[in-house]
Structures are given as C-alpha cells and as structure tokens.
C-alpha cells in the first residue's frame, strides 16, 4: 500500500496489548499495522468528502509529501488522544504506525472543537513536512533541544508551503499559529551556520551537524533546552545564545541567571 516501507532493525520489540500505544517519539506501535488503522480510525471523524479535497489540494501542489486522505485522522475521542499522548490543546502530530515490520505514516489533526479548512491545510502540511522528514520522528520526544530546532525549521518550510496550497483553494494565507519563537531561533542559527545541519538533523534524526556548529556553546544550549523555565524564555534564551558575537562565562552566567539555572 501507499506510504508503507520495511520497518527499521531496532523497531523489531514486541508489540503491546493496547491497539495502538505512543512509544516517546514518534512511533505508534501496533499488534499489526491494520489494526493501528482500525483503531486510529475509530476514535476519529469518518472520511470526509471536504477533506479528500483538501489532501488532494495539498497532494497536488506538493507531491513529495507523504499524505494521503485514509491516512489523514480527525481525532475527536479523548481516549484515543490520551492513548497518543496528545493534549488536547495540541493541533496535530506526524506519526508512524508500525508493527515492528512494517510501517504507515499518518496525519493526526486535533478536532475535538472542529478544523476549519484554512488551518487543516496549516496543520497537515506541518505534520506532513514532518513525514517527509522521516528523521525527527525517532528521536525522543524529551530531546527537547532538537525538537527546538525541528520544529522552527518545520514550521518555516511549512507556512510557505501551506500559503501555496491557500492561495489554490482561493483561501486566506497563513501567518502560521505556532512555533514563532523556533522560527526566530533557526532563523538567528541558519544566519550564522546556513540550514544544511538542520536538514541533516530533521532527515536523520542526528545531532552531530548541529553540535558541530554550536560548538562550545552546545552544553550550555542543552542546560537551556532542559531547564524548568517556561518555554517562551529558554527559547530566548537560546536565540540569545546563538546570536552571541562571543561566549564566554560572562555570556553563560548571563543566561544562567536569566533562567535561575
């Protein structure tokens, strides 16, 4: 079928009671891969006419992402979403529905209050953008530096993407709802170290292009990642970190004081 593939070596752990469970990251394990289907479907909207023709929109405009309308959930039950570990407040997620030998990207878009159109196109091309990526979906969803960064330059490939697919549908554009501050943080990185370590990290799932970039300033980018601050201040506390002319203990007392690390 469309969009399976053989899974990984190390995705070969027995599969659990649930039909579907999260496994921190972004892989969904199922007893087999229908099944997963099964249930990701139950606890979701039927398939709708208006949103096979958004996906063909999208498909249409984009035809290197991986999405499909069967492989796009509308997820209204509470269960379900708590069985994802997604909040409800959350606008989506790219997963990877596998069995241990075989493996399905999904879509899943949030739509406990309903999805209108403009932010479904949003919010799919984002999770599909993730897909395509493929990397960023192993790795651990508490590596929170690296979702920083995955998610910035997620979103800024995804909002041009989308606004392409609105002006098609003859819909309003998109600002983007989500992820400014990464966006400002990729922005400030890529100024000063271009994009290709953040397209090895988001392809790969591998930090090593961005540790090497950062250099001695990457110990100090985790601290930040993982201190309990809320997340608008580590994020500006990293951009701060990346557009520093120098670093030094000054420049890192700085930031520690600011986040009372």
């Known amino acids: 079928a469309e969009g399976e593939r053989p899974a990984p070596a190390d995705a070969a752990a027995n599969a659990p009671t649930p039909a579907v469970a999260a496994t921190g990251n972004g892989l969904l394990r199922a007893p087999t891969v229908a099944a997963g289907l099964e249930a990701l479907r139950a606890g979701s909207y039927p398939l709708h006419p208006e949103v096979a023709r958004l996906v063909q929109a999208i498909r249409a405009r984009h035809p290197g992402l991986p999405i ?24 989506g997620a790219a997963r990877i ?36 990526d493929d990397g960023i979906l192993r790795v651990p969803h508490d590596a929170q530096l690296l979702h920083f960064f995955a998610e910035g330059w997620t979103q800024k490939r995804a909002v041009d993407m989308a606004n392409g697919v609105l002006d098609g ?28 370590a953040l397209d090895s990290l988001v392809r790969t799932g591998s930090e090593s292009d961005l540790r ?12 930040i990642a993982s201190a309990r601050a809320p997340r608008e ?21 700085a930031l520690a004081d600011y986040l009372n690390l």
């Open 169 to 196: 549908l003859g819909l309003a554009r998109t600002p983007g709802r989500a992820y400014h501050k990464e966006i400002a943080l990729i922005e400030a990185f890529s100024a000063a170290h271009g994009t290709a």
């Open 68 to 91: 499909s309308p069967d492989r796009v959930f509308l997820v209204h039950d509470r269960a379900l979403l708590q069985a994802l570990e997604l909040p409800e407040e959350a606008a």
């Open 233 to 253: 201040k580590r994020l500006n506390a990293l951009i701060a970190l990346v557009n520093a002319g120098s670093y030094g203990p000054a420049e890192e007392r």
């Open 97 to 132: 529905v596998t069995d241990g030998k075989t493996e399905v990207p999904v879509v899943v878009i949030v739509a406990l209050n309903g999805v209108p159109a403009d932010q479904f196109v949003e919010f799919s091309v984002h999770e599909a953008v993730h897909l395509m």
């Open 212 to 223: 090497r970039a950062l250099g001695p300033r990457w110990v100090m980018a985790e601290r």
